[in-house]
């Protein structure tokens, strides 16, 4: 057993409002610059729809993540190390620029400067690339709220099976959710795999998975690796970027600018351990439908006396481990089993997980004529409705519609237990009854409800500062942002993320 | 034994000025600028052009480099001894050559339309590219024309008893001047453009080169680094410690 410790992240799916605050406070962080003026490092998507970039989803086509060879062994999609080498010259899996969308401004100057007229002035867009005006045609969530779903929708890689074809885009029939979308800092990264000079790694204390800026030669292989698509190439720089799980941040014992500002307070942060052995074995489970419990079996119970001496040999710290055994998130993955990871079957083993949505089913019960508020209503609507079922499996499950049932059963469960202890109603029986049936207590009730519904801020992000004994590099960040490069010392400083100047001046005192 | 000062300036001075730059460019550069230093792909921006151009241009390149350093390194009577005759020699070259050089030129020739008719490329080109593409261009041209003039339409130049021996002259620290100064204008003008690209060389993204990551073919697949070993940029010291990598898939 080899003990890794994990910053890992669930969001409760139920409560995203789809209000992308943290999209906006992201890009106002991380890539405001020059070179990835198209790059969102978290961006927030509406299901059904083809996503950011288009259809990143059809591994037929954009090559991401892992499969297994006929032998059964783990192979990266995009193929073998010699071929990956020969695509050096022209990546032919590599997302074009069209696939996210041409980045624009406006030209804001024309307000105040257009001559006195008849009418009033606009700003039209330009595009930031050619600066010559231009038609704004997509956007990182241009089917916000099912914009256009009649038209695009039909397009998400996640409509594919037969079910698929009862899915109506009409208004008042169908369903939406969004989803928040960042790097997973899988603990099988594809994106560092695929990484020719090796300047993709996953750091051993935290497993944040990050591109060493000055290693990064631009070879553009975890572009095409990343079955998500959230390694991102700056144009300017010719070098990789990608979410940092906001490094800085975690590092101070602070949550992510994402999970910080986020208004719905759906994000939980906190620590998984995981036995580091068992990954490869994991991520290479022949079936499909059991990635998502090799993956929970890879978590350790960081309750375990065992589990506990073992980390304590690995040098996981004590206050982390304190820190583990508070997480939210192995609450939610690991006790609770209500969260789910996204597209388990890349193989990546993702550690943002995700609450699935009872709204659509809710809809569903809805539509059909029903009272959602009536828990026997959404029972039968989860067990016979198959279109948001089928839909959820296919995000989250790799297609298992009973384990997202079992998981909406769940909170079905919850909630008509807890509408009832809270209005107090009469069959509190059959309200316990219920709950037994989706495997709660009463007191694991009121623990999960008390963390899905009522978590205050140091119950939804339990992030333990870094040890600043083992990380002389840290006390670099103690004064500054590490965005900010140019002109410091070269003796303390490790630069993760380039800068827009195409290069950096020499620093005085340069060593 | 004459040899004028223009024979000592292009044909000794120069070659040792520029491998000097070379030489001295690159180790100032890979200490300063990693972070500069990568293939500045533009893939993202566009390609349509790319998908054929730049492989055309890398694989004829490498061609064209083996080519070279096989008429160039290697003396005659050495291939002789190896049985191969002139004219065997001679016939190889000219047409592997001339396959290397027309899909070196018709790459180079796509990547440079790309760089030109592509606003988006056309805009994020910096100055480096501004000198590579030209320079480049011109020594593959002239190397080309050279071939074409003197070895497939013309006559024949046997240039592995000019050429060839004033650049080994030039590694040996023996300089031969002498042996280029009769060459043809062409190849004395194309080996002026070679060393000026030289030159260059360390300061442009040619740098890529060097980083071309055949380590890749043998590395584990995930590669796990801890924190505090991550050390500044410029003063990571040769043989200090790797990044910790294990296998894990």
């Known amino acids: ?329 192995y609450a939610l993955v690991s006790k609770y089993k209500v969260a789910l990871p996204l597209h388990p079957e890349y193989r990546t083993l993702p550690m943002v997980w995700y609450v699935p949505p009872l709204s659509p089913v809710l809809d569903a019960v809805t539509s059909a004529g029903g009272n959602q508020d009536d828990p026997d209503h959404v029972f039968a609507a989860v067990t016979r409705l198959r279109i948001p079922l089928e839909y959820l499996a296919e995000l989250f499950t790799a297609g298992d519609a009973d384990v997202v049932g079992g998981v909406l059963m769940k909170l079905t469960a919850l909630r008509s237990y807890m509408r009832e202890r809270t209005l107090g109603g009469d069959d509190a029986a059959e309200e316990e009854a219920a709950l037994d049936a989706v495997g709660l207590t009463a007191g694991e009730a009121e623990d999960l409800h008390r963390l899905l519904a009522v978590a205050k801020y140091q119950d939804r992000y339990v992030v333990p500062a870094a040890h600043k004994e083992d990380a002389a590099a840290l006390t670099a960040m103690e004064n500054r942002c590490p965005v900010e490069s140019s002109g410091e010392p070269a003796s303390a400083r490790k630069v993760m993320l380039g800068i827009p100047t195409l290069r950096r001046t020499s620093p005085e005192g340069h060593a | 034994m004459n040899v004028s000062g223009t024979d000592l300036l292009l044909w000794v001075a120069l070659p040792y000025i520029c491998l000097a730059v070379f030489v001295v460019g690159h180790v100032w550069r890979y200490r300063q600028d990693q972070f500069g230093w990568t293939s500045r792909t533009s893939q993202l921006l566009e390609h349509r052009w790319l998908r054929w151009g730049s492989p055309l241009f890398h694989l004829g390149a490498f061609m064209v480099i083996g080519g070279h350093v096989v008429g160039l390194a290697v003396p005659a009577s050495w291939t002789e001894a190896a049985g191969i005759s002139e004219h065997m020699y001679h016939t190889g070259a000219v047409w592997a050559g001339s396959v290397a050089g027309i899909a070196m030129v018709a790459g180079l020739g796509m990547l440079c339309a790309r760089r030109l008719l592509t606003r988006r490329i056309r805009l994020g080109t910096d100055r480096s590219d501004k000198i590579l593409f030209p320079l480049l261009s011109a020594a593959v041209l002239l190397g080309i024309s050279a071939t074409a003039t003197h070895n497939v339409f013309g006559g024949g130049y046997d240039y592995r008893e000019t050429v060839s021996v004033w650049f080994r002259g030039v590694f040996v620290l023996q300089p031969r001047p002498e042996a280029m100064s009769g060459a043809p204008l062409l190849f004395q003008l194309h080996a002026v453009t070679a060393c000026l690209l030289f030159a260059v060389w360390p300061f442009t993204r040619l740098v890529h080169v060097w980083s071309a990551p055949v380590g890749y073919l043998v590395r584990p697949y995930l590669v796990y680094r801890r924190r505090a070993t991550t050390t500044a940029p410029g003063t990571r010291r040769p043989g200090s410690r790797r990044p910790d990598t294990r296998r894990a898939a």
Not at chain 1, 32 to 43: I, K, L, P
Not at chain 1, 104 to 116: G, K, M
Not at chain 1, 161 to 166: P, T
Not at chain 1, 200 to 212: A, H, N, T
């Open chain 1, 1 to 329: 057993m080899r003990v890794m410790a994990q910053i890992a992240m669930v969001m409760n799916l139920d409560k995203c409002i789809g209000c992308h605050t943290c999209s906006v406070t992201c890009k106002q962080t991380w890539t405001n610059r020059t070179g990835v003026e198209y790059a969102w490092f978290n961006n927030v998507e509406t299901k059904p729809g083809v996503g950011y970039p288009r259809r990143y989803e059809d591994q037929e086509q954009w090559k991401g993540g892992w499969r297994l060879d006929r032998k059964g062994r783990l192979v990266l999609r995009s193929g073998g190390r010699v071929k990956r080498l020969l695509s050096l010259f022209s990546n032919p899996d590599l997302p074009a620029l069209e696939d996210y969308y041409e980045p624009v401004t406006y030209d804001y100057d024309n307000l105040i400067s257009a001559p006195a007229g008849p009418d009033m002035p606009v700003a039209r867009p330009r595009s930031v690339l050619t600066g010559r005006p231009t038609e704004i045609t997509w956007g990182a969530n241009w089917e916000d709220g099912l914009g256009g779903a009649p038209e695009h929708a039909g397009g998400d890689p996640n409509l594919s099976g037969e079910w698929a074809e009862k899915v109506k885009f009409e208004f008042e029939q169908t369903f939406l959710f969004h989803l928040p979308r960042l790097c997973e800092h899988c603990l099988n990264p594809a994106c560092v795999s695929a990484c020719p000079s090796g300047a993709m790694y996953k750091r051993v204390e935290d497993g944040i998975v990050l591109v060493d800026q000055d290693r990064c030669r631009g070879w553009r292989m975890c572009v095409t690796a990343c079955p998500y698509k959230k390694v991102y190439v700056n144009h300017a720089t010719g070098k990789a970027e990608k979410c940092t799980f906001c490094f800085p941040r975690i590092e101070a014992g602070q949550p992510t600018v994402c999970s910080e500002t986020c208004v719905g307070r759906l994000r939980y942060l906190g620590l998984l351990l995981y036995d580091a052995d068992e990954v490869g074995e994991a991520a290479a489970t022949p079936d499909e439908k059991d990635l998502l419990d090799a993956q929970r079996n890879v978590f350790l119970d960081p309750s375990d006396p065992e589990v506990i001496a073992a980390a304590r040999a690995a040098g996981i710290p004590e206050d982390w481990l304190d820190a583990a055994r508070r997480s939210p998130v």
